[in-house]
Each structure stands twice: as structure tokens, then as C-alpha cells.
């Protein structure tokens, strides 16, 4: 007999359940009938005009998700204008049915399963960064890196903020670089394995991307300086004092450049769009384009990939 999970993963697999409507739909489903007797009867849970699945909605769909701990909007109407609805729930009606045929269906753990698969769906969407040019590219980019610091609450363990800002500097130093003059690994790959002095080694420079600078990084620091390179530190804004402050508690006052990522890229954009407005944007672009192709080809996860919006 298949496990609970072999059976849902085949139904969701067989009708496409990936997409926004209709997880919305199974999972408020589950919910709506598990108070129901066998079988089911999908006539019961359609509208008077059969046009639609009655009972569907956002609040609901919000209901039952911030019970699972999910905090997103999936779908402000809750599934129930999506085409294709009303023939997802006989469907599943129907494998519902045949199920509770052959055993008992415990419908807590199947709305589990879709609770599951919710969060796999948000986790896999790409951040979006909106180029909005009534605000300042750093004030863009800031919006980009709470999606990142917001998903990474939302997955204890993980490291968002840090793999993009990493990537987005790599995206940047390969436009000003030429081709083939640094080496670009996986965020999660460390520096002593690869025999790197930091995340960038350019010629005699050692960049250092960091969310969180540390004591460590400032030893690194000062290995980098013994061996006579020159060692930068590119952080988050708000990490820029802390890492100044840690590296004059070490003697290294005036002998570590110290940048926050936002005027890295910004002064950047400005330049290669010769201060031209109207370039602003197509400059920007380019780099998530660099961006994406770097996260295609050195990480795993999908999900670290940018969507550029232009307004």
C-alpha cells in the first residue's frame, strides 16, 4: 500500500499542483471537509451558479495558513476565480474518495503536506528588485536585501543576505574586470579549502563579503597584510561601523578599506551609465543579468535568483 506522502505527491505531480491557485485550493479544501462524512460529493461544494467552488476565499486561505506559520499572501481571492478550480476539486474529490477507501484518511496530515509544499513554493520564488527611479538605488537595493534577510528568518539555518550580496558584488566586479581575472565559488564554499585568502582575490586586493563581520574576518585580515595584499571588506550598510570599529580594536586602523554594498554598486551604475538617468536602469539590469548567470553556474538553489522590475 503507498505511504500517505507517495499518494499526494503523485496527485500533485499528476494535476500540476505548483502554481499559486491551486495549492490555495487544496489546502483550504482539505480543510473544508474534514468534518465530512464518505464519500465525498463534489456537487456539494460548488456555488449556485456551478461557476465557482463554494466556500474558497483569501481571508480563509490567510486563516488557515498563518496556522501553519506562513506569513505570505498566496492568493488574494483564495483560489477561487483560477481557471481550472472547479475540475482540480472534482478531482481531487475523487482521489479523496478512493483513498478513504482502501484506509482511513488522516486530512490533518494531508493539509501538513500542502502547508509543506506552500513553503516550498515561496522558497523557490525568485527576490524581485523593483527599479523604481523616484527612489535612490541604494534605497532599491535595500528593499531587495530585507526579502533576503526576511527569507532568511523564515528559514532558520540559511544564509540569503549573504550569498546575495557575495554574488551581486561578483556581478559587479565582472564588468569592470576583465574576463578571467578572479575566480568566483558557491557562497557556502569556504576560503581555506580552495586555498583562497578571501571570497575575491584580485592581483594583490582580497575582498571580503560579509553581513556579519566578525573577529575572524579581521584575522584574515591580517594575514592578508603580512602577506603583503590589500584587504577590502564589503558589508551591509549597517554592518560598515562595526567592522571599522573591529578593525581598529586590532591595530588595523587605516590599513583595511572598509565599503557598504549599496555605494559599491550604486557609484558603479552612476559611472557606467555616465550619470545618465535614462541608462540607469539598463546598467542595473546588466549586472542581475551577470548576477543570475553567476548563481546559475556556482550555487544549487533556485530560488537565489533575481527578477529585475523596471518602473
Known amino acids: ?20 491557485g491551486p495549492l490555495s485550493l487544496v489546502i483550504q479544501f ?9 464519500p465525498l460529493n463534489s456537487d456539494d461544494f460548488q456555488t449556485s451558479s456551478k461557476g465557482q467552488v463554494a466556500g474558497l476565499g483569501g481571508a480563509y486561505l490567510k486563516k488557515i495558513l498563518k496556522e501553519h506559520g506562513i506569513t505570505q499572501q498566496l492568493s488574494a481571492e483564495g483560489g477561487r ?16 474518495n478512493e483513498w478513504h477507501i482502501e484506509e482511513a484518511v488522516d486530512l490533518a496530515a494531508v493539509e501538513e503536506f500542502w502547508a509543506e509544499q506552500i513553503r516550498e513554493y515561496f522558497r523557490n520564488q525568485p527576490f524581485i528588485l523593483t527599479a523604481d527611479t523616484s527612489k535612490t538605488i541604494g534605497a532599491n537595493l535595500d528593499e531587495l536585501f530585507e526579502q ?23 556581478a559587479k566586479l565582472c564588468m569592470v574586470m576583465p574576463e578571467g581575472s578572479f575566480e568566483i565559488h558557491g557562497a557556502s564554499v569556504a576560503d ?3 586555498d583562497r585568502n578571501g571570497d575575491f582575490v584580485i592581483q594583490n586586493t582580497i575582498v571580503h563579503c560579509t553581513t556579519m563581520p566578525g573577529a575572524l574576518l579581521i584575522e584574515k585580515c591580517k594575514a592578508n597584510l603580512r602577506a603583503g595584499c590589500h584587504p577590502v571588506i564589503i558589508t551591509i550598510f549597517e554592518r560598515v561601523h562595526t567592522a571599522l570599529n573591529l578593525a581598529e580594536d586590532a591595530g588595523l586602523a587605516g590599513r583595511v578599506e572598509v565599503w557598504d ?39 544549487s538553489d533556485p530560488s537565489l535568483r533575481i527578477e529585475f522590475e523596471a518602473r
Request: net charge positive.
Open 261 to 299: 554594498v549599496q555605494q559599491f554598486l550604486s557609484s558603479n551604475i552612476y559611472e557606467h551609465s555616465f550619470f545618465d538617468e535614462r541608462k540607469r536602469n539598463s546598467t542595473l539590469s546588466e549586472i542581475i543579468v551577470r548576477y543570475n548567470k553567476i548563481v546559475l553556474e556556482v550555487e
Open 30 to 38: 482539505t480543510r473544508l471537509v474534514r468534518d465530512k462524512e464518505f
Open 148 to 170: 533576503a534577510k526576511k527569507r532568511q528568518r523564515q528559514n532558520p539555518g540559511t544564509q540569503y543576505l549573504g550569498t546575495v550580496l557575495q554574488h551581486l558584488v561578483a
Open 192 to 194: 581555506a579549502p580552495t
Open 1 to 20: 500500500m503507498k505511504s500517505a506522502e507517495d499518494r499526494l505527491r503523485e496527485f500533485q505531480t499528476q494535476n500540476n499542483i505548483a502554481t499559486k
Open 81 to 96: 476565480t483560477s481557471r481550472g478550480s472547479m475540475g482540480l476539486m472534482i478531482k481531487y474529490v475523487d482521489f479523496l
